[in-house]
Nanobody, 117 residues
């Protein structure tokens, strides 16, 4: 399993960013992909998840209505479209894969998102 994030950057509050995660999973057809974020000194937070194969989607309450997770199977890429960004969204964002339910053991290197006021 290989995961590579891109698309982070700096944006003003109220702006938008789209994160991408190039996904390579050769050992399974049924798995979950997720976006997580972490601020130094705080616990990692699950942001959004999507089931590859079933299409089910879930969001953290803090991002519902502002963020949208999607996947392009033809491009083997997962996206996180982030809108109406807040300063509280500032964090390192990671994509992850779970081949077993809730067992996110494969991680990308992370991409920094900084939202300024």
């Amino acid at each position: 399993v290989q995961l590579v994030e891109s698309g982070g950057g700096s944006v003003q509050a109220g702006g938008s960013l789209r994160l991408s995660c190039a996904v390579s999973v050769s050992s399974a057809n049924d798995y979950c992909l997720g976006w997580f974020r972490q601020v130094p000194g705080k616990e990692r937070e699950g942001v959004a998840a999507i089931h590859h194969g079933g299409g089910g989607i879930a969001y953290a309450d803090s991002v519902k209505g502002r963020f949208a997770i999607s996947q392009d199977n033809a491009e083997n890429t997962m996206y996180l479209q982030m809108t109406s960004l807040k300063t509280d969204d500032t964090a390192m964002y990671y994509c992850a894969a779970a081949l077993q339910p809730s067992d996110y053991r494969y991680w990308g290197q992370g991409t920094q998102v900084t939202v300024s006021s």
